[in-house]
């Protein structure tokens, strides 16, 4: 982050590490997916109390780089930019713990067919906010690589549309109650909007990078 923060160390490293919360966060979300279906309760509840710890953490850093921010009147040109892309991003790994949590909550009975194609659903979008944090690395390292990361959220983006899309066709073709149906779509729905909201992230981020060349 050299080339935004060249004096401002402290925030540089509050930044890395808040970035890194989300990443962390989106692997324990891969992975509570994962062991929630393959029915492995203790180590799911495990990440979801893992990431449910991480997203106060991100709280707590956001807070903290939000405050050195304007306290200390660092970078007035890009502030409104930079608390802009924090706050949404927050928002993205609020999603991945509150649904989660939802998964521990209302415990969705999916059946065993479409397993794997949550799990592969849960992968893409994670896929998403992994290449939205690298995305984000990019603005404050190295502006010309920003757009590749964009175009690999948009891609990820994309592909869970598909897959959720999939989902949800073939759930409602099933000789099912309508409220299992429902339920099944329900957890594929907040799933995909991971990647929905990864999107939105990058949409910012597109803004405020041509807002840098300019």
Do not use: W
């Not at 067919?113 to 849960?122: F, R």
């Not at 979008?125 to 984000?136: G, K, N, S």
């Not at 983006?157 to 309508?178: G, M, Q, T, W, Y």
Request: with cysteine; aromatic share 8%; net charge negative.
């Amino acid at each position: 982050m050299a080339i935004l923060f060249k004096k401002t160390k402290l925030l540089e490293g509050q930044i890395e590490e808040y970035l890194d919360c989300v990443i962390q966060g989106a692997l324990l979300f891969r992975q509570g997916v994962k062991y929630y279906l393959q029915n492995r309760m203790d180590d799911f509840e495990a990440r979801l109390e893992d990431l449910d710890k991480l997203e106060s953490r991100g709280d707590q850093l956001r807070r903290q780089i939000e405050t050195s921010l304007y306290e200390h009147t660092l970078i007035p040109e890009s502030r409104g930019d930079v608390l802009g892309l924090l706050e949404s991003t927050d928002a993205v790994l609020n999603t991945m713990n509150e649904t989660l949590m939802q998964f521990s909550v209302e415990i969705p009975e999916i059946i065993p067919e479409l397993h794997q194609m949550y799990i592969e659903l849960a992968e893409i979008a994670t896929a998403a906010v992994e290449a939205m944090v690298l995305a984000i690395r990019s603005y404050f390292r190295d502006l010309t690589a920003v757009r590749d990361h964009i175009n690999k959220v948009q891609f990820y983006e994309n592909e869970s549309d598909k897959i959720a899309r999939k989902i949800k066709r073939i759930v409602f073709r099933k000789d099912l109650r309508l409220s299992h149906k429902i339920h099944m779509r329900y957890f594929a729905y907040h799933i995909e909007n991971i990647a929905d909201e990864a999107e939105d992230v990058t949409d910012r981020l597109a803004i405020a990078t041509i807002k840098r060349y300019l």
